[in-house]
């Protein structure tokens, strides 16, 4: 039987001296909407500048980083300026970043730019005593999400392929989130993601953006995590479209050597200037 309860929303020990060794260390960025045009806007913030404040937040508090992950809608405009940008300032962590494609992303675009030694598009990566799975999940021309076959398979082999602890990322929510507008938008094909999650029980972790605010449940002793945009961020539970009075903010993850994970959202302290609170929709 499926079991969901909320889990918890903000894990306050992911001190460094309070990691033991072997943690991994691991930003999620998400959402970025970037433009060719650097002062592009989305819903009246310039997601250039809200990205940069994002960083430099991120860098004030001094965690530091083994992998970040980017889980989607990286540039809205596919425009291979954007992704130019964008290659540039994931790089600037100096970290391994692996990142994967959301609706507002040209999955081959990404691709051709985001093949630097740093900054790649790998759909398996092996880090310690942990592995990540990056799903495409992305429907070519529509908002909503899907897990092709391809995409299921290679789910199940790199699950089957490795004792490690696994965490699987994507763009699309594959549960309702309790957003009626939103959920319109999640992946269309969750039962065969799940059947495949249940039957490897080293699966710790399931990451999503797209829905740009925050969402943390345990299903079965997997913990399933969303996590704000660094632009725009979604009100939670409500049915129609309704820009969030929070900031910009990302996810820290602390992943323990026996499978334990500590996360926290971390946000900047005021919401960019220009944000269009009234907006029907973006
Ligand atoms: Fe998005």
């Not at 433009?35 to 960083?55: H, K, M």
């Not at 083994?66 to 970290?95: C, K, N, R, W």
């Not at 002793?221 to 049915?239: E, H, I, K, W, Y």
């Amino acid at each position: 039987m499926t079991s969901f309860k909320p889990g918890p929303l903000s894990d306050t020990n992911l001190r460094e001296a309070d990691l033991p060794s072997g943690t991994l260390r691991v930003l999620q960025i998400t959402d970025t909407h970037l433009y060719a045009d650097p002062v592009g806007t989305l819903l009246g913030i310039n997601t250039l500048e809200s990205f940069r404040q994002v960083i430099q937040h991120f860098r004030d508090f001094h965690w530091p980083l083994d992998l970040l992950l980017a889980t989607g809608d990286l540039v809205h405009d596919a425009s291979p300026q954007g992704y130019g940008l964008i290659a540039e300032m994931l790089g600037s962590f100096d970290v391994p970043v692996f990142c994967l494609p959301g609706n507002h992303d040209a999955p081959q675009e990404m691709r051709r730019h985001l093949r630097g030694n740093l900054v790649r598009t790998d759909s398996v990566i092996d880090h310690g005593d942990w592995r990540f799975i990056m799903l495409d999940s992305v429907i070519p021309g529509q908002e909503g999400g899907h897990l092709a076959r391809d995409q299921l398979g290679l789910l199940d082999s790199a699950l089957a392929s490795t004792e490690r602890h696994t965490f699987v990322c994507l763009h699309h929510q594959p549960v309702a989130i309790g957003s009626a507008w939103i959920d319109t938008m999640a992946v269309s094909n969750p039962e065969p993601f799940f059947e495949i999650i249940d039957r490897h029980d080293h699966v710790r972790g399931v990451l999503w953006g797209h829905v740009h605010q925050t969402y943390d449940v345990l299903r079965n002793n997997v913990r399933l995590m969303a996590s704000p945009s660094t632009c725009v961020q979604f009100a939670p539970g409500v049915d129609t479209f309704q820009v969030d009075e929070e900031p910009p903010g990302f996810r820290m993850l602390a992943l323990l050597p026996n499978g334990s994970i500590r996360s926290e959202v971390i946000r900047i302290n005021d919401i960019p200037h220009g944000l269009e609170y009234a907006s029907p929709g973006y």
